[in-house]
């Protein structure tokens, strides 16, 4: 497994890059990658989300996407994550989903953290707020989407929406929580996390033209 890190992108190039390895993965041309980045300000509506979700979004774009789960916020001091993975069995979901939400809790536990799962509340959770959201899709036993992992990302942008359609939880973040962490530390230590879960041995880090990928950043 090969981590390629693609920097701050839009959210439409990033599923854009997801599509093309979603296909290469299923075709044998690629290895499985782990797609690491931070998105510009977004809202993305999944396919279960609940209407009134999203309440006001200001100068925030909103992007309906092929993800499972409801309506969350992506941008900049937050890492995303993005496992394009051959599945084993891909009737196993929740047992991938599982190997997310532990590399999460790893990495909350490596900065003194006592991140854990909710029973019927998707993510990684520190108290009531939630610290990491988790999404995914399964297509030609390839897995896309994954997760989200706030580390300083602007709180006050999570107002525009009922995240992950939970009115009564609230959102946190490393910063918030007093831990002072850059975005490429913290990347650095989820994709190490995420290869011990997965059990995949990660083989190095590159970049999207060194697979092949497009390498223009969009707004």
């Known amino acids: 497994m090969i981590a390629v890190d693609c920097g701050r992108i839009g959210y439409e190039q990033g599923l854009a890059l997801q599509q093309e390895l979603v296909a290469r993965r299923g075709a044998g041309e690629v290895d499985d990658v782990l797609v690491v980045c931070e998105h510009e300000r977004v809202y993305t509506v999944g396919r279960g989300a609940g209407t009134g979700n999203v309440r006001h979004v200001g100068d925030i774009r909103v992007v309906r996407t092929d993800r499972g789960g409801d309506v969350t916020y992506h941008g900049p001091g937050q890492v995303v994550v993005y496992p394009i993975i051959r599945l084993t069995d891909p009737r196993q979901v929740r047992t991938y989903v599982g190997a997310l939400e532990r590399a999460c809790i790893a990495v909350a536990a490596d900065y003194g953290l006592a991140a854990s799962t909710v029973d019927g509340r998707p993510g990684v959770w520190v108290g009531n707020d939630k610290l990491a959201a988790i999404g995914v899709r399964i297509r030609r036993d390839a897995t896309s989407h994954g997760l989200a992992f706030n580390v300083a990302p602007d709180l006050d942008d999570y107002t525009g929406i009922v995240a992950?359609?939970?009115?009564?939880?609230?959102?946190?973040?490393?910063?918030?929580?007093?831990?002072?962490?850059?975005?490429?530390?913290v990347a650095s230590r989820l994709v190490d996390a995420l290869s011990r879960t997965l059990a995949r041995p990660l083989t190095g880090w590159t970049t999207p033209a060194g697979l092949g990928l497009p390498t223009r950043r969009a707004a």
């Open 164 to 185: 992950c359609g939970l009115a009564d939880a609230g959102v946190c973040s490393l910063a918030s929580l007093g831990v002072a962490a850059s975005p490429s530390e």
